[in-house]
Structure formats: C-alpha cells, structure tokens
C-alpha cells in the first residue's frame, strides 16, 4: 500500500511501500486498465447507453459453463425515483465473441427491451409491496428478447423474458434476493441469463484524475464507485457455444466485448415523443476496460465508440505511444518505457501468444486455436480468454501476475483488481529492468466493498442505502 510522502520525495516514499509491499510476479503477462464510466463525451451525456465494464470467466461453479456479464448505467444513486433505472428500449444491447480472430463477431447475444406501466395514472414505481416479478403492485415492468446472431441468422432464445426491477427499497421490495432469482431464465440447449440492477462491481479510487492520486499519491485508498449500482446483463453457455466449430478442445480461446446500439434517426415530436428508425448505429463499445478512458484521446473517443474492432488500426499509435506513463514521469520522476510500446500491442491487440511478439508466453490469443488461419487473424481490441484454463481453487486479485492463470488477463472475474495491474503495466511491468517501484504500485483499493454471489449471476444485490450515507 502506497504511503502519503510530500510532493518532491514521493518517489521515495513510493520505492519505501513497494520494499515492503511489492509482489513481484514470476509470470509477468498481465494487462490493462479499469473501467469505463463516463469516459467519452456523448454517452457520458446518455447513461443508458454506456458501457461500463466487461467479464468474462469460466463458472467456478459450473466449470464447463463461461459466463459473461456486461454492465451499463454509471453511478447509479439508490433510491433515484420515481424512474429509478431501466434498460433503454430503443437501444440494441450486444455481447460479442470472436473465435478465429478476425476482429469480426461469430456470435452476438442481443438484448432488446420493451417498457410496460400497468397505470400511468400514479407517478409510483411500485404501488404497494413487490413479492414477486407478476406482483400487480409492480407499476413498471421491463420484458427483454434475447437473439443468438450468427452468419447463418438470428435464433430467439428468450422472448419476453422479464428484467429485474430496480430495488426501491426496504420497505417496497423486503426480499429483493428472490425477485432477482427470479429473473435468471433457463437458455435453450443449457445455460442461463439474467437482466436487471446490481451493484457495481468494479473497484478503484477514481482520483487517478485528481493529478494521478494527488500528485503525491496521498489520494488513495477510497473506493470511488462504493455504493453505486448499474445494469447487469449475464449470460451462461457451455463452452461449446463460443468455441470455434464448437470445439472447446481444439479452439479455447474466444474475444469478448460489448457494444450499444441506437437507431439511426430520432424524430422529437410536440409531446416529447421520440420516434426512432433507420437501422442500428454502434455508439458504445468496451472490451479490455479503460481503453477508451485513459488510452484514447478526448477528440477521438466518440470515434472509438462507434469503431468496429476490425478497424482498430486507426488507434494503434495511442497504444505504442501512450500518454499514461508520460504524466507519471513527470509527476512522480518514475522513468517512462521507451516506446513503440510493442508490449502493449500484444496485450491489448493480438493477445498472448509466443507467436504474437516478445512477451513469449502462450496464453489468450485466438492465434492458438488450432483451426484458426493465422493469415486471416486482425489484431485487435478485445477482452480475450483462454476457456481450457480451470477456475483457481485460490483466486488471486492480481490474476496473472499473481500466479494465478484464471484471472486477468485471462478474460476478467468479477475480483481481479484490474486498476492495480493498469498501473503496472502501463510503467512496464513486462518488459525486462523495470524500475522496481513499478512491481508495487497499488491505488490501495483491493477489494469490492460488498461479497460477490457464489452462484450465477454472481454480481452482488443492488445497493439501497444513499451513497452519502455510506
């Protein structure tokens, strides 16, 4: 954990916590960043529609299932009636896979919802107590259908499957654990999914923007999203259903990243009635978390939104080039990893493979599937797991490099302290001679505030005490 030294020695009092806190990793592939709340200014303007964080884990619990859980609505207030949180219905909700490395989907689970009001006549969200998802003092309710995209169609999978409401509180919702049960529905073939709020899951100490901690690293420690809940779509299928030809075995490694989707053309009419038409336009998108926050640059981030990972070429300078490690240089005299970054294209683009660069471990790039034609693999940005990798009976918060090939960034479990590896990565933590300060560096942030479910959906229950009060 990082101490509180004044600005000039900070790099002391940096190296002083790390000699007694650093975990120095005998694997070294790890990656990436931390979460995308409010990162790019037009869906910072439309919370429905922004991406927060992406997951993507074997089940512990089912360990021939991957679940897959994407997350939108940044800082959600509990108790923000009387609309409380919906999914946008007029909005394509989209978990993505690719399994040959082309950067294009094979597979798109989409979510679509429609709103009903049993009156429109109360500005009540819920009437009376809620015990159930059919409860007739449930005012508002939300039905979704979920398709299955490939090449060959779309198959519904779920039709009228009903999201879990937000949770209004104590008195309104007394077993609100049973109402978000019931919301999880059976998938044909095996597998489940669920919709509907929870609490946020990601942890950090979000003063990274106040000076990079302070400018002395006296801001950490604080876990900035506690007590804020967002939307939770998840899924569970078999393996079978990502891997390339539907082999695990030969093909374990899939990409993984979520998108939303508007309607091109929005009509306001005189009683505010929005009409929309014209087709799906792309303009929120998250794989490997942060890469829009901190790695692109502000006039290019709504382009990034609405990017496809097959033209993801277009960034690469900001990924050799980054601006991260420029500013701790200056704030904190930590030395900068010389650049092209070469290190940070196989983490964030092509995956690791021995084959992929220098890094030299095999571990979570399409390219080792076996019917993948590597002349036809497109780096790209992804979040990418490596299926054949069993759930560690001993979780590390550092994934990879804490020895534990389970976790980040090996895909992304709910635990893993994404913002810890961030800042290791970003000073260099792959690359030989690092300066021995970057092995420690920590937001002091280690934990969620509030215990992960052991069971799918495995996202906590939605918070319902006031953020100010916590």
Not at 355 to 380: E, H, M, T, W, Y
Request: charge should be negative; aromatic fraction near 8%; glycine fraction near 8%.
């Amino acid at each position: 954990m990082l101490q509180r030294p004044s600005r000039r020695p900070a790099i002391a009092g940096v190296v002083a916590a790390v000699a007694a806190a650093a975990c120095v990793a005998s694997l070294a592939p790890a990656v990436t960043q931390a979460s995308s709340h409010r990162e790019a200014p037009l869906v910072a303007g439309e919370p429905q529609l922004d991406n927060t964080d992406v997951y993507a884990f074997v089940s512990p619990d089912a360990p021939n299932t991957v679940t897959m859980i994407a997350n939108w609505v940044p800082f959600e207030e509990p108790n923000g009636g009387p609309n409380f949180y919906p999914f946008a219905n007029d909005a394509a909700y989209d978990i993505n896979i690719d399994n040959d490395g082309d950067a294009r989907a094979d597979l798109i689970y989409r979510w679509t919802f429609n709103d009903t009001y049993r009156s429109k006549n109360t500005f009540l969200y819920n009437t009376n107590v809620v015990t159930s998802l059919d409860d007739p003092d449930l005012n508002f309710l939300q039905t979704y259908k979920l398709e299955a995209i490939t090449s060959s169609g779309s198959t519904v999978l779920v039709n009228n499957g009903r999201a879990a409401p937000s949770r209004v509180g104590r008195a309104s919702m007394p077993n609100y654990g049973a109402l978000a049960d019931s919301a999880i529905t059976s998938l044909p073939g095996g597998g489940r999914t669920f919709a509907g709020q929870a609490d946020d899951p990601f942890f950090l100490d979000l003063r990274i923007f106040d000076l990079l901690y302070g400018g002395d690293f006296s801001e950490v420690g604080q876990d900035t999203v506690r007590g804020y809940n967002v939307n939770t779509i998840a899924i569970q299928v078999p393996k079978s259903a990502l891997a390339l030809k539907g082999d695990a075995t030969r093909n374990p490694v899939v990409g993984v990243w979520s998108t939303t989707s508007r309607q091109r053309i929005e009509v306001v009419d005189t009683l505010n009635n929005r009409n929309r038409y014209g087709g799906w336009q792309q303009v929120s998108r998250l794989g490997m978390p942060l890469v829009n926050e901190l790695v692109i640059p502000v006039g290019r981030k709504d382009e990034f939104n609405a990017t496809a990972p097959r033209n993801d070429s277009r960034f690469l300078q900001f990924v050799t080039n980054p601006e991260v490690p420029g500013r701790i240089r200056d704030v904190y005299q930590i030395p900068a990893p010389a650049t092209p970054r070469q290190d940070l294209v196989e983490v964030f683009l092509t995956g690791l493979c021995k084959a992929c660069g220098k890094i030299g471990v095999d571990l979570n790039s399409q390219r080792l599937n076996l019917d993948v034609n590597p002349a036809q693999f497109v780096p790209s940005e992804q979040l990418r797991l490596n299926m054949s990798v069993p759930p560690s009976a001993t979780p590390n918060r550092l994934g990879v490099l804490g020895n534990d090939n389970a976790g980040f960034p090996n895909g992304r479990r709910l635990a893993d302290d994404v913002t810890d590896v961030t800042l290791r990565v970003a000073e260099g933590v792959l690359l030989p001679n690092h300066p021995p300060v970057v092995d420690g560096l920590s937001d002091a942030v280690d934990t969620n505030a509030v215990a992960f479910r052991g069971t799918f959906p495995y996202v906590a229950l939605p918070n319902v005490v006031a953020v100010n009060q916590n």
